[in-house]
């Protein structure tokens, strides 16, 4: 019964692809370069990924538009730009990802685009149900150096750790102490922070590089981000 359900949303994903076409994805990649986004890497990743396949049906006709969208349970895909500015600010220098992780899966979207442009991706999400649409958004992938797993992202992967790119998709108050720990040394990590100068409901990009005698903190653009919780749901 599942199986004929999953055909059915498959067949109409691939229906939709007409209106939501490689076109359209490259007018989003062409807004993203005018914004400013000029690694390479990450805009061929960006032209790559088919975003409507990672939002609602109902939304589909929208998701190249630069904007986060709702993906159920309070939460949002992140707005293109955002994606592309946080991976192009931890590649900037030339630097190749490594062994990333990301926190806050969501629908899959930015662990998709990543996937395209390291080696090897670990993403983490306290969302039961969403990690599960995530991984059957991204079934027809084919990205065997992305892994999901279910649990609390401010506790890091320790199993998997640890790791030359951090990139975390909710907004704390600070940086969750496990993350730096899971960082090596020479290592980036880009986050939404709640700092002082950030206004309401707003934060501030934060990029740490891990030096061989302590972190280096850059702030860079306000943001808007879901909160990053605590606890598995
Ligand atoms: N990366 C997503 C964005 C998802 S929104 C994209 O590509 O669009 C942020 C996600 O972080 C939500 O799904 C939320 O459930 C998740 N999240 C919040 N706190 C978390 C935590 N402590 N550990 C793991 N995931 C968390």
């Given at each position: 019964m599942d199986g004929d359900i999953d055909a059915v949303r498959d067949a109409r994903r691939l229906a939709g692809i007409g209106m939501t076409s490689q076109r359209t994805r490259e007018r989003m990649v062409d807004r993203l370069r005018e914004q400013g986004i000029t690694d390479e890497r990450v805009l061929s990743a960006m032209a790559a990924?088919?975003?409507?396949?990672?939002?609602e049906e109902v939304l589909a006709s929208r998701a190249y538009e630069d904007t986060a969208l709702p993906i159920g349970l309070g939460q949002t895909i992140s707005q293109p730009y955002v994606v592309a500015k946080m991976i192009q600010a931890l590649r900037s220098g030339g630097r190749d990802l490594g062994k990333v992780l990301e926190v806050g899966t969501g629908c899959g979207y930015q662990a998709a685009v990543l996937a395209h442009v390291a080696p090897e991706v670990y993403s983490i999400e306290r969302i039961q149900a969403l990690l599960d649409r995530a991984r059957s958004n991204l079934?027809?992938?084919?990205?065997?150096n992305l892994r999901l797993t279910y649990g609390d992202g401010n506790l890091g992967i320790p199993k998997a750790a640890p790791f030359d790119s951090i990139i975390v998709a909710a907004a704390a108050p600070e940086v969750p102490a496990a993350l730096l720990q899971q960082l090596v040394v020479g290592g980036r990590m880009i986050l939404p922070l709640k700092t002082p100068?950030?206004?309401?409901?707003t934060q501030q990009l934060v990029l740490i590089e891990r030096g061989p005698r302590g972190y280096n903190e850059t702030t860079m653009d306000a943001v808007r981000f879901v909160p990053l919780e605590t606890g598995r749901q």
């Open positions: 990924v088919p975003r409507h396949v990672f939002v079934l027809g992938q084919k990205l065997a100068q950030a206004g309401r409901g």
